[in-house]
Every structure is written in structure tokens, then in C-alpha cells.
């Protein structure tokens, strides 16, 4: 089986191309997300991070089928990080950035030190355990770092070290997180998030072409296998979950950035279970999938749900009364408060239809066009198509 | 006497009641074929696991090149210049011929651990010309790009010989490297085994086959019930009745 997961060896020339298409798509998102009335920034910039997110969490579960069901706690640590640097030091933006990836990082260090001791579901578990316990904490014991439920926000009276340094006093209002002196906020904050997110697509793009890489996906096929190879496979699994982890902490800063509060619900387990829906529907261990599912996800959840009946009816309005009213009515039990349902439909089709995500879809169709214009001479291989695990 | 290259001395090795292993002294000099044959249960493939680290024997110590393996980490075991090829074949399913080979060939240059995220696979020529070499040799060059996972059982454990072959180990082990293979695919096996014997590698072969045994072994010890119960050139084996009444209950060999 012609596997999408598979290592992909690639040439510098089609790598050069991938990012130029990639960053002009991102950047004239703005643009082309109009007609689908999904372009303004604050929807923007939650496709750019959960973006980053999925591309983080792809690394560890697309390379090495290693499945974390915890990594919304980073996410919420990125958060918490990135906040504290806004409160303790300064409103720029690359300070809080640092600080959110670097605790991140020693936090997944030990979480991933103490759960890659076990594979398959016991790792998930144990990762499932870590996140519940940390939202826990959250909530409870951590309430100085945390401030509980209320969650952390910016106060006039935060200290803010260096701004007030270098600033003098600070004006009677909340300063917003800023680059240099740039305001992050509307289109200005999409676009350093843009540009955050090219950069974290090309160290995952390099990543897929390394033979680190490679040696992961190794792991994934069969670990027995690498081992007798000579390969000690446990500081491999651990490097890829504290990369995987920094990509969440990332995220994590960039949502204190484009608003600027850290709560713990961001820990979850339902925001550890969207990531992974995000990473299948699009299709796991891919490089555009996880991106392609965040952006699925991430439309519904704002666009989809907030069509109500009212728009339905002028749908169907050219349809007869009765017809029009029953129509109506089955449908809006999937839009609106229903968008889960139409997302949980969605996702059974393609876990059962394209076991390889969306990306698969579109390579079979991509394969399907080109052995159409050679004539029959097929491209793909007949072989029936696996779940990747 | 050559050089022993492993020497394992009195290992004993027990599941539950059972005496898998018992007082089992071999020693395997370099640059031979030894050949360790039994009936089915004799213990072959829980020695060849003490040998990689994949169990830790009871009592004694398996000595690879002055180095005790005992209580090794297969990995490590692996960087010493051991290598093995198992009894299904097992390989990396999901990637190509090619990077199979790559993965071991980075194995032996790179160590157990090597973090160079910005390294690209594309860059490493000579990597690549080397795993293309090792294809060659054991015949499976043009399926160098084809995925593992659609190639025959013979073919399998072929492209397992070359990812362990192309880490130039000082000591291969192989646990029945025919079974299941046709005729024709067990002839070319044998005749690469002897290609490599040419070059003086090492071999320690687990075999039912009495034509692959006496194709390719200078020495043969014969394992019966956990213990070794004859021990010689593959004439003499033959011509042993110990081994004619343990190994085929009487029949001639």
C-alpha cells in the first residue's frame, strides 16, 4: 500500500515550492476565506492556532502513532506562561512567546519522561490521567498561579518590570500585547500569527524529510524492529513528544496573545480530544492534513453553529410551504446548537470511507484525474487502503 | 584455535518448571558457521534471545569479544556489532526497500540516539548509494522502491538479511532464515549465505533444514531438551546415533 504516511523523500525544488504555495495560501487567507464568510480576524487567527497546534500534535502521533490524549494541558501551560510574562514583564508579544514554549517544554519533559514508560492505550491513558490532573489542579491547588476560576487576566496593577522601565508609568488603561511597539490586535495579530504558523509548517516540513524523521516513522511501523537495529527508541519518542508539546505550548501563547486571559478550561479533556479529531479528519501523518482538519473544525464550530432557522427558511424559501417547513426542520437539527452532530457525521464518513483522512480523498482523486489522462494506465495501486494506526 | 567471537558459559535459563536452557557451553569461533539444530522445543530460540539481550539467562554469562552481553539492552547489544535476523521476518512494513536499509545503515553510523532534526534524507547520498549496493547483493535492487508490505515471505526476509548485512556486523545470527521458503528461494538464500561467509563474517544459523545445515555449517551442536548432546564437523553429526535417535527418533538423516 502506497501509504500517505509514508516517508516521503521529496527534492529541495518540490520542498521550496510546497512552502512558497503554503505561505502565499496563508497569507492571502483574508481573502479567499470571504465568500465562506470566514474572514475576520479573530476566526482567523483561531485557524492559525489551532493550526500549530495540530501540526505539534501531528508530529507525535503521524510520525510515531504515539496517541496523547493530554495535550491540551500544554496548551493551557503555554497559556498560563505566556500570561504571566504579560503581567510580571513586558506586553511584547516574542517575551511571552519564549517563556510559554520554554515551560512547555520542562513540562513535557517530565510528563513525557513518566508516560512513555508504557505504548498504545496504556500511554494514552497515563496522558489522559496527567491532563485531567492538571485542569484539576488548576482549578484547586494551583489557584495562586492559576487564580482558579475566575482565570488569569491583565490588572492595571500588574508590575510589568520592563515596560515600566523603559515606558515610564504606564497609562490609566489595560495595555494590549504588542510587538515592538505594534499593536497585536485585529488583522495585525492574524498576521504575526501567520507568520508563526509558516515557521512552525517548515519545521515540521524538515522534520518529515530528516532522517530524525524517518527513524520515527521507523518506530511507528515497528518498534522491535528498531531496537535490534540499534536504535535506543525512548529519548526518540521523548524528543518527539517535548517537540509536539512545544508546538501546544506555542499555540497555547498565541491564544493569550490574540486575548489576553488563561483559563483552565483550555486543559480539558474535550479541547485533548479536538486536536485528535482535528489530526484524523484530515488525515494523520500528513503534512497539510492536521492543518486541513483544524480549519474544518475550527469553521464549524463558529460559522456552521451560528446558522439558525431563520437562514434555512430563505434557503428554501423557493420550495412550497409544507415541503419548505419539513426541510426546515430536519435540517436545523444540524446547524446551529446541532453542528456537533453534522461534525460527528462528517467524522464517521471519513474514518470509515478514507481511513487516511482528507488527504487521502484528495489523493485519490489526484491519482483518479491523472490515470484518467494517461489512459488507464493506473497510477495508485489496487491494493485495499489500511487505517494508519 | 581461532578467535572466539562468542562464548557463552553455563547458562542456564528456567520458565516456570521448565529447564529451557541447561549448562549450555558453546563457543563461536570467527569467521565460522555454526549451526545449532534440534527437534522443535530444544531450546535454539531461547539461545539465540540470551545471545541478543531479548532475555537474561538464569546463571552464566554470554561473552561477546571480551564484553559481558548479560543484562545488555538489545540496542546496545546491536552497536557491538551484533545482528539478527528473526524467525517471521521483521521489517519496517509502511516504507520503502530502500529506507529500510537507510534506517539501518544510520543506525550503525549515527549510534542508538542522534538528533539532528535539520538534517534532510535527500542530502545523505552516500548513505543511499551504500543501502543501493547492499539491494544489489541480495538481488532486490529493482523493488528498491516499493513498499514492503506487498513483498513475498523469501523477499521479506532477504531485505532483513541486507538491513542487517549493510551494518557490517561482526556477528549475524539467524533464526531459521529458510522456513517457509520454496525451493528455489531457500537455493538463493543459501547461496548468499555463502557469498557473505566469503568475507569472513561471523554466523550463528538456527535451522530445521538439513540441506541449508549441511550447505552451509563448519561446526554443528545439537540441542536436545535444554542441553547439548553432540558437538562437532557436519560428518560427524551426521554419522552420530545420539543425535539420529533425539533429532528423527531413529531415521537416517
Not at chain 2, 527437534?39 to 554470554?62: E, F, I, Q, Y
Request: hydrophobic share 50%; with cysteine.
Amino acid at each position: 500500500m502506497a501509504s500517505l504516511t509514508a516517508f516521503q523523500p521529496s527534492t529541495p525544488k518540490r520542498d521550496a515550492i510546497i512552502m512558497a504555495v503554503f505561505a502565499a495560501v496563508v497569507l492571502t487567507a483574508p481573502i479567499w476565506l470571504t465568500p465562506i464568510g470566514a474572514s475576520y480576524p479573530d476566526l482567523l487567527q483561531r485557524f492559525a492556532i489551532f493550526g500549530i497546534f495540530a501540526i505539534g500534535f501531528n508530529i507525535l502521533f503521524g510520525l510515531t502513532g504515539y496517541l496523547s490524549f493530554g495535550h491540551a494541558a500544554f496548551l493551557g501551560v503555554g497559556s498560563y506562561a505566556a500570561v504571566w510574562m504579560f503581567k510580571l514583564l513586558t506586553m511584547n508579544v516574542l517575551v511571552a512567546i519564549a517563556f510559554g514554549v520554554l515551560v512547555t517544554a520542562l513540562f513535557s519533559i517530565v510528563i513525557g519522561y513518566v508516560c512513555l514508560r508504557r505504548s498504545g492505550i496504556y500511554f494514552s491513558i497515563l496522558t489522559l490521567a496527567f491532563a485531567q490532573m492538571s485542569y484539576n489542579m488548576a482549578y484547586s491547588v494551583l489557584t495562586p498561579i492559576t487564580n482558579g476560576e475566575t482565570a488569569l487576566i491583565l490588572e492595571t496593577a500588574d508590575p510589568r518590570i520592563i515596560d515600566r522601565a523603559l515606558l515610564g508609568d504606564a497609562k490609566e488603561a489595560l495595555p494590549s500585547p504588542s510587538l515592538f511597539g505594534l499593536e497585536l490586535t485585529g488583522y495585525a495579530a492574524f498576521y504575526f500569527c501567520a507568520v508563526v504558523l509558516i515557521l512552525a509548517f517548515w519545521v515540521s516540513l524538515r522534520i518529515f524529510r530528516s532522517p530524525f524523521g524517518l527513524k520515527l516513522l521507523a518506530i511507528k511501523s515497528n518498534q522491535n524492529r528498531m531496537i535490534y537495529t540499534g536504535y535506543n527508541t525512548r529519548p526518540y519518542l521523548l524528543v518527539a513528544f517535548v517537540i509536539s508539546g512545544m508546538y501546544a505550548g506555542l499555540a497555547g501563547s498565541l491564544m493569550a496573545i490574540t486575548d489576553p486571559l488563561a483559563g483552565a478550561e483550555r486543559m480539558q479533556w474535550t479541547a485533548s480530544g479536538e486536536v485528535v479529531l482535528m489530526t484524523i479528519l484530515g488525515g494523520a501523518g500528513t503534512l497539510i492534513g492536521p492543518l486541513l482538519g483544524a480549519g474544518i473544525i475550527k469553521y464549524f464550530e463558529n460559522i456552521f453553529s451560528a446558522v439558525g432557522k431563520t437562514q434555512l427558511s430563505e434557503l428554501f424559501a423557493f420550495l412550497p410551504d409544507g415541503l419548505n417547513e419539513a426541510l426546515v426542520g430536519l435540517m436545523s437539527l444540524f446547524v446551529g446548537e446541532g453542528w456537533h452532530l453534522t461534525l460527528g457525521v462528517l467524522f464517521m464518513l471519513v474514518v470509515i470511507f478514507l481511513p487516511g483522512g482528507l488527504m487521502e480523498g484528495i489523493k485519490r482523486l489526484t491519482d483518479w484525474a491523472k490515470s484518467r489522462r494517461q489512459g488507464g494506465e493506473t497510477v495508485g495501486d489496487g491494493a485495499a487502503h489500511q487505517p494508519s494506526e | 584455535m581461532a578467535n572466539v567471537v562468542l562464548d557463552v558459559s553455563d547458562v542456564n535459563k528456567t520458565f516456570g518448571g521448565l529447564q529451557a536452557l541447561s549448562h549450555i557451553n558453546l563457543q563461536i569461533e570467527e569467521g565460522k558457521t555454526h549451526a545449532v539444530i534440534g527437534p522443535n522445543g530444544a531450546g535454539k530460540s531461547t539461545l539465540l534471545n540470551v545471545c541478543v539481550g531479548r532475555l537474561a539467562p538464569d546463571t552464566g554469562a554470554v561473552m561477546f569479544d571480551g564484553v559481558n552481553l548479560t543484562g545488555m539492552d538489545p540496542y546496545d547489544i546491536n552497536q557491538l556489532g551484533v545482528a539478527r535476523v528473526f524467525q517471521t521476518p521483521e521489517i519496517f512494513l509502511d516504507l520503502t526497500l530502500i529506507q529500510n536499509v537507510e534506517i539501518a545503515a544510520l543506525a550503525k553510523r549515527d549510534g542508538a540516539f542522534h538528533f539532528r532534526p535539520f538534517r534532510l534524507m535527500y542530502k545523505e547520498k552516500a548513505l543511499t548509494e551504500e543501502a543501493e549496493h547492499m539491494l544489489e547483493d541480495v538481488g532486490l535492487y529493482r523493488l528498491k522502491d516499493e513498499h514492503t508490505g506487498n513483498l513475498s515471505r523469501g523477499d521479506k526476509r532477504r531485505l532483513e538479511l541486507a538491513m542487517c548485512l549493510v551494518q557490517h556486523p561482526r556477528l549475524l545470527l539467524l533464526d531459521e532464515p529458510t522456513a517457509g521458503m520454496s525451493r528455489h528461494d531457500t537455493n538463493r538464500t543459501i547461496d548468499l549465505l555463502k557469498r557473505i561467509k566469503e568475507r569472513g563474517m561471523t554466523k550463528v544459523i538456527i535451522e530445521h533444514d538439513m540441506h541449508v545445515v549441511f550447505s552451509l555449517a563448519d561446526k554443528i551442536s545439537v540441542l536436545a531438551q535444554g542441553a547439548i548432546i553432540a558437538e562437532g564437523a557436519p560428518d560427524e553429526i551426521r554419522g552420530n546415533p545420539k543425535v539420529q535417535e533425539a533429532y528423527l527418533g531413529g531415521a537416517h538423516v
